[in-house]
Nanobody, 124 residues
Framework: QVQLVESGGGLVQAGGSLMLSCVAS????????MGWFRQAPGKEREFVAA???????FYADSGKGRFIISRGNAKNMVNLQMNSLKPEDTAVYYC??????????????????WGQGTQVTVSS
């Protein structure tokens, strides 16, 4: 399994922006699908965005037009740029790595490695 470490969370006002970063260990990062999920208090962990090994991107409806996922294979890094943040975006955000199964790339069960999470709080 790959080790994942997230950073970049914090407190921001509604309408603001944050960029989350996730750095992975290992030599096979470029072969993985990478995803971001989030979990708000009392709710299930939900899909936010994903990027395939080939660079195809996928977004939950909640983030389309506001969030951008990108990856830098040379640095074993995946980023999530979040713009126009809303209070309902408040959650712990998790980075995840898994096999490059395109048809299941939005499914939580696809991912085998998870980071520890980073808190994002959006104030109104």
């Amino acid at each position: 399994q790959v080790q994942l470490v997230e950073s970049g969370g914090g407190l921001v006002q509604a309408g603001g922006s944050l960029m989350l970063s996730c750095v992975a260990s290992g030599r096979t990062f470029s072969t993985y699908a990478m995803g971001w999920f989030r979990q708000a208090p009392g709710k299930e962990r939900e899909f936010v965005a994903a990027i395939s090994s080939g660079g195809s991107t996928f977004y939950a409806d909640s983030g389309k037009g506001r969030f951008i996922i990108s990856r830098g294979n040379a640095k074993n890094m995946v980023n999530l740029q979040m713009n126009s943040l809303k209070p309902e975006d408040t959650a712990v955000y998790y980075c995840a790595a898994g096999p490059n199964f395109i048809l299941e790339i939005t499914h939580r069960s696809t991912y085998k490695s998870w980071g520890q999470g980073t808190q994002v709080t959006v104030s109104s």
